[in-house]
């Protein structure tokens, strides 16, 4: 497993990661951040063969339209695609007021294909 120690991974040009498959590469955020942070507002986006767990984001956003403190493993500010091939997320998080997405938050569109989302929250309140 690679640990996360120093934060998230910033992600700001158009890019393909591949692992070996979500058995043999994981990726734990240990609740100090989220993983993923792909803050490119164009490009289309793959992860592939991994498990993403651990992540978390801990804060309020201010407005409906912030985006700070979505996505507890991976936050896309993308217009493009984001691609999740033969991944696992499990165990993220997000905490605090308008924050949305536990486990993906995306502007563009996801495009899943043999991953599974599952066993992650988002907890605080939210306006209706």
Known sequence: AILLEHGELKITAPLSIRG?????LTIDAQRSSRIF????????????????????TTGNN???????????????LTSGNLALEDVLIHDNRTMG??????????VGNLILTDST???????GSCRV
């Open 97 to 106: 007021s308008l924050a949305s997405g536990g486990g993906v938050f995306t």
């Open 37 to 56: 942070n792909i803050t490119a507002e164009t490009g289309d986006f793959t992860i592939a063969g991994m498990t993403l767990t651990g992540g978390q």
């Open 62 to 76: 201010s407005i409906d339209n912030d985006k700070g403190f979505n996505g507890g493993a991976i936050r896309s």
């Open 20 to 24: 070996d498959g979500p058995e043999f």
């Open 117 to 123: 989302i599952s066993g992650n929250s988002a907890s």
